[in-house]
């Protein structure tokens, strides 16, 4: 085979690559992510825990988040997971938890009702559940 053809297929297949790949941009540009926000109350399950924000209250002091969980026994509680989305930032729970000792520990059998609280926030916040590599949120959008 000569050079010539050699450079030619060499260009042809290149131009062939930046098209596929012109082509699959423009595929993934157009694909609207969906992030389903459920309404308060609404209860998700995530992994083998079953979930719901009852309510926020918005004060000076602090953001307080009900919420409702069942599902499996966590020692560490009923705070680890929860994160708060408001003003482009991402909350943690406040490590001073002013709960119920129903709280401190979710049981697998029964419904444990916990406040947990965050930085307040003047925005209306979407409040989000990490567990078992998935997450849901609630909002108003809901």
Do not use: H, N
Request: charged share 20%; net charge neutral.
């Amino acid at each position: 085979m000569s050079t010539r053809k050699l450079v030619l297929t060499a260009l042809v297949c290149g131009i062939a690559i930046i098209l596929a790949g012109g082509f699959k941009l423009l595929q993934v540009a157009t694909d609207a992510p969906r992030v389903e926000v459920l309404a308060w109350g609404t209860p998700a399950t995530l992994g083998d825990m079953t979930v719901a924000v009852e309510k926020v209250e918005k004060s000076t002091e602090a953001t307080l988040v009900t919420v409702t969980m069942r599902g499996v026994a966590m020692a560490k509680g009923a705070f680890e997971g929860w994160r708060m989305l408001a003003e482009g930032r991402v909350f943690t729970p406040l490590t001073q938890q002013t709960a119920t000792d129903a709280c401190q520990e979710v049981s697998a059998t029964a419904e444990v009702r916990c406040t947990v609280t965050f930085d307040p926030t003047t925005a209306t916040p979407t409040v989000a559940y990490l567990r078992a590599g998935a997450q849901q949120q609630w909002g108003t959008e809901g």
